[in-house]
Nanobody, 123 residues
Framework: QVQLVESGGGLVQAGGSLRLSCAAS????????MGWFRQAPGKEREFVAVISWNGGYTSYGSSVTGRFTISRDRLKNTIYLQMTSLKPEDTALYYC????????????????WGQGTQVTVSS
């Protein structure tokens, strides 16, 4: 069983930056894609970013492309989400996730969710 622990959320002003981390432990997910989703109040959970098992493939949601960067440290079993040029509409609970496959991931292929970390962007 994989355990995921997110950290790095907080309150930031518009235009600022934050870096989220997600550490995997237990039966690790080193051969699986990992990524981030987010959910704002009253909205559906949406895809943010995914990184393949070896870090060679990444993909981003259209609303964060060019502003967010996902990365992976396989030795530490940790993924990161560097968020820049943050906007108030980025405010959400951000969830780390492990996918069923080795590269891409959709919400339907998530096999493990983290508990979420709150990101709040003030205007």
């Amino acid at each position: 069983q994989v355990q995921l622990v997110e950290s790095g959320g907080g309150l930031v002003q518009a235009g600022g930056s934050l870096r989220l981390s997600c550490a995997a432990s237990g039966r690790t997910s080193s051969n699986n894609a990992m990524g981030w989703f987010r959910q704002a109040p009253g909205k559906e959970r949406e895809f943010v970013a995914v990184i393949s098992w070896n870090g060679g493939y990444t993909s981003y949601g259209s609303s964060v492309t060019g502003r967010f960067t996902i990365s992976r440290d396989r030795l530490k079993n940790t993924i990161y989400l560097q968020m820049t040029s943050l906007k108030p509409e980025d405010t959400a609970l951000y969830y780390c996730a492990v996918g069923r496959g080795a590269a891409s991931m959709s919400i339907d292929s998530v096999t493990k969710w983290g508990q979420g970390t709150q990101v709040t962007v003030s205007s």
